[in-house]
């Protein structure tokens, strides 16, 4: 027994050594295993945190999605007011509601939420909403369609809804020896044939259309910029008699003149006449207007053209635009040409066909138009050019707020680059005129006629 006391005894004895190597007998702080950080060191309290369950969020257009708001790292005593104040940068796009956001427009908007602490300062926070309007549906505006070899061309394609985030399609061919897609997107008629041509949403390619696309040889078509003896369009009077002196097409001592009339130049309706003829009309050009300065002058050729010897040749200049803006009556610019071939000098029908051979054998075929009329009203004159009109379309066109008919005759059209063409018409009685010419020539007038329209003009004091 005495040992075990001992024994006990010693043990007490080292207990109490080691605890008294952890006690400080100064403060009786228990010290860490890592020395505690004084109170100089401690930073201030934080004054807290407003989280969002998301930062950004992507939503699709009539979407929601719940969130919450979260408040942390307050300091002692402060507390949060009961209200949550939630706010959108553009209410059109995207809104928070009861709980939700909701996405209601395509684009990209901020929610805020903000809460008011009872120390007077004001927690924030923002998700950027962007809301995506996927695409619906494609399809092509027209059906099936018809192009001709060697033509660029993108179908007209409609995108649905109209506020669709991303309207873009990629278009594709069956047949890219017939119809090849271009680098910039566009599609190009490579060769006769048929082909079919799918439109897809780039957005989202389940949803497509497809079409189909025949490929018909080239006509009606330049690849060149036409023009009459070389002379550039919109070159000046002067400029034009000067050049046509010199290839000796008129003679030496004819002098620039005008002559002035009330009647009409008719040309095109617009530059997709020369593709598919839809209606004429009579340009609003006035000769006797000066201050249009849309004139004429009437010339006698010394050389033929095709062939034949024009019984007249005709200028039609418009007067131009100076560097203030306006219209300046002294200057002209060319903007067409044409000749009239009288069939009471040569056979009309053989002016006309030999006219047409020779400028297909120039810049291609032309493009093929007669009246439906022609060949029950003129049978004669439609068995003289039968065999050029084989595959020509039929037409019947009504001046505007007239009886006047344009369509009792043949037409020929071809087109070149830059707004350029050629018309070889013919009418029931024989007479051929072959156009030279701007096919934007009634814009460019209208654009004189608004510049006119919009000067104030000054009247004298009469002093009355």
């Not at 008699?241 to 095109?268: A, C, D, R, Y």
């Not at 024009?310 to 007067?319: A, E």
Request: proline letters at 4%; charged letters at 20%; glycine letters at 8%.
């Amino acid at each position: 027994m005495a040992g075990t006391r001992h024994m006990a005894r010693a043990l007490c004895v080292l207990l109490l050594a080691a605890l008294f190597t952890l006690i400080s007998p100064a403060d009786g702080v228990v010290y860490a295993e890592e020395p505690a950080v004084s109170p100089a060191d401690v930073s201030d309290p934080a004054s807290g945190i407003l989280s969002l369950d998301y930062t950004e969020l992507t939503l699709s257009k009539g979407k929601a999605r719940k969130i919450s708001a979260y408040v942390s790292g307050l300091p002692e005593g402060v507390k949060t007011e009961r209200n949550y104040e939630w706010t959108s940068s553009d209410p059109d796009v995207a809104v928070y509601l009861r709980g939700d956001i909701k996405a209601l427009s395509g684009g990209q908007a901020d929610i805020t939420c903000s809460v008011s602490l009872s120390d007077g300062s004001v927690l924030s926070a923002v998700c950027r909403v962007t809301v995506h309007v996927p695409v619906a549906s494609v399809k092509f505006v027209s059906g099936d369609l018809s192009v001709m070899e060697g033509d660029s061309f993108v179908p007209d394609v409609q995108v649905l809804p109209e506020d669709a985030s991303n309207p873009a399609v990629v278009f594709s061919s069956s047949d890219e020896q017939v119809v090849a897609l271009q680098e910039d997107g566009s599609l190009f008629a490579a060769a006769i044939g048929r082909a079919v041509i799918t439109v897809r949403s780039a957005d989202n390619p389940e949803k497509r259309a497809q079409t189909k696309v025949t490929v018909t040889r080239r006509i009606g078509k330049c690849d060149r910029v036409l023009t009459f003896q070389g002379i550039p369009w919109e070159s000046s009077n002067e400029t034009c008699f000067s050049m046509l002196k010199e290839s000796g097409f008129i003679s030496e001592n004819v002098q620039p003149h005008s002559s002035f009339s009330t009647s009409g130049w008719h040309w095109p309706e617009n530059d997709l006449f020369f593709s598919q003829i839809s209606t004429w009309r009579t340009l609003p050009v006035v000769f006797s207007d000066r201050r249009i300065g849309a004139e004429r002058s009437t010339l006698n050729p010394l050389k033929t053209v095709g062939g034949y010897l024009p019984q007249t040749s005709t200028l039609v200049y418009l007067n131009g635009i100076g560097a203030d803006g306006k219209v300046d009556p002294e200057i002209t610019r060319l903007i067409g040409v044409y000749f009239s071939f009288d069939n009471r000098h040569e056979k009309g029908t053989e002016v006309f066909t030999g006219l047409l051979e020779r400028l297909e054998k120039e810049y291609g075929e032309f493009t093929r138009y007669a009246s439906r009329y022609l060949a029950r009203y003129y049978p004669d004159l439609y068995a003289s050019v039968s065999a050029q009109l084989a595959e020509a379309q039929e037409y019947d066109i009504q001046l505007p707020g007239s009886s006047q008919y344009l369509g009792e005759g043949v037409v020929c059209t071809m087109y070149g680059r830059n707004n350029t063409g050629i018309m070889l018409s013919m009418d029931t009685s024989g007479t051929v005129t072959l156009f030279y010419g701007r096919t934007d020539a009634e814009t460019m007038i209208r654009d004189v006629a608004d510049i006119l329209d919009n000067e104030t003009v000054e009247l004298e004091d009469a002093g009355v």
